[in-house]
């Protein structure tokens, strides 16, 4: 483990728990002792929700560095390494700073005070206060009204993409209850940009939020849109304020990503800086952000496969996450590429909210318990699942090693090429990117 691991760690074990929603006193504490950082960022934008906030910093930072200007970012989880998640001015953070600003950061906060989230998340605010930058994108860790990053006295604007039922010991069992925790990033005279909701219930509870915090709305689908051209090789953005016509389709794969590109777009009228039609364009073919529908095309995975057969990964674990995840399976559909999936999930997620409405692409699925997650499903209490739900050829499997090769042995017999697709937690796919070196 690097150094910043094991000072993480130490938080994590004094404190009990990675996560403590609340904005609690030993962490408004830290953050006074560390000079109050929050307070002296470059202008910022504060991006929560459920399923594509990630990828709309990922659109919104392409956007910003397409214009010359730099931008710091703090998005989680990581895949690999904790340092993922802090970039700094467009270059992640140094392993020997992120070690320094958190051994500063230890012998200021309260022994056992704070959580490890807490702890990553003032690392970050004080790196972005201690460097220059035009412009500065958080992405909530979870919910929003008591998320560590919900500090800022006054953002440039906020973002919510679209809701989903997830964290629901901690965020409420019903969208009205979900979408009232996500609002808590608005504030009063600051506009707050909103994806499509997939129910009226979201979209109702996010209007009477707004109205009682006084922010003014732009909702996806009314005050904003997208639309691709019929042809399928564009599509173009529009607004009361502005349209953006021949847009190149993101280089992030999926139709879901059309949106959370718009979801950029719109956001970026807040920036203190004009964000250009051309930069757009460009922002959209130079995008990424790893673990959403990536292929893998090298490395040392792709090999246990037969020849001809692809490696996908994707950290979709929600009924959201299902539904576009679907939705590219119809597509693909096209080429006749059969469809084999390795499959974990942790126990805090609902394997049947996610695989309904995938199963009936998928062939077959090795199921897999990810490493180092004691709240991890087993292979073989996921694989049981699975098959309660009407699947068929689903084996549990020791690991990632032992399931692509079940699938290879299993492909090699009815000689097909199939397209392998790892899914079901973004902790998952860091361990596979991390196997695949």
């Known amino acids: 483990m690097d150094f910043s691991g094991d000072i993480l760690e130490r938080f994590r074990v004094a404190h009990g728990k990675d996560i403590d929603l609340g904005l609690r006193a030993p962490y408004l504490d830290l953050l006074a002792a560390m000079g109050s950082p929050e307070k002296h960022l470059p202008p910022a934008l504060v991006v929560g929700g459920t399923n594509g906030k990630g990828s ?3 659109f919104l930072r392409a956007m910003i560095e397409a214009t010359g200007r730099s931008v710091h970012v703090f998005t989680s989880p990581h895949l690999v390494a904790f340092y993922e998640r802090i970039r700094i001015a467009g270059k992640l953070i140094g392993e020997s700073e992120l070690a320094s600003i958190l051994t500063e950061i230890e012998g200021k906060a309260e022994k056992g005070g704070v959580s490890l989230f807490e702890a990553i998340t003032a690392a970050a605010l004080t790196a972005f206060a201690r460097h220059k930058a035009d412009a500065t994108l958080l992405e909530v860790g979870l919910g929003g009204r008591l998320d560590s990053t919900n500090v800022l006295p006054a953002p440039l604007g906020t973002v919510i993409s679209r809701l989903s039922f997830d964290h629901r010991a901690f965020l409420g069992e019903s969208m009205a209850q979900i ?118 095309t090298g490395g040392k995975l792709l090999p246990l496969l037969l020849t001809g057969s692809e490696l ?61 997650e004691t709240a991890g499903f087993s292979a073989e209490s996921l694989a049981a699942r699975v098959a309660a739900m009407g699947a068929r050829d689903v084996h549990p499997c020791e690991s990632l090693h032992e399931a692509l090769r079940s699938l290879a042995h299993a492909a090699k017999y009815d000689n097909s090429m199939p397209r392998c697709l790892i899914t079901g937690s973004l902790y998952l796919v860091g361990q596979a990117l991390k196997e695949n070196g």
């Open 179 to 296: 979408a009232y925790e996500k609002a808590g990033i608005m504030r009063k005279d600051v506009s707050c940009f909103i994806a499509p909701q997939p129910s009226r219930e979201a979209l109702t509870s996010l209007k009477e939020q707004a109205a009682e915090k006084g922010a003014p709305l732009a909702i996806g689908g009314k005050d904003w849109r997208i639309e691709e051209d019929p042809a399928g090789r564009s599509f173009r953005y529009i607004s009361k304020e502005r349209s953006v016509e021949g847009l190149p389709l993101p280089a992030l794969i999926g139709k879901h990503q059309l949106w959370n590109a718009g979801l950029a777009i719109a956001a970026s009228s807040a920036l203190p800086f004009p964000v250009p039609d051309e930069a757009i364009r460009k922002a959209m073919t130079t995008v990424t952000w790893a673990g959403r529908l990536q292929r893998l």
């Open 312 to 372: 996908w990964l994707d950290g979709g674990h929600n009924d959201s996450a299902g539904e576009v995840l679907a939705a590219q399976m119809d597509q693909w559909l096209t080429d006749d590429k059969p469809l084999d999936l390795i499959y974990g999930m942790l126990t805090t997620k609902v394997p049947e909210e996610f695989l309904t409405p995938i199963l009936p692409y998928v062939r077959r699925i090795r199921t897999v318990r990810i490493d180092g």
């Open 56 to 58: 709309t910093c990922a």
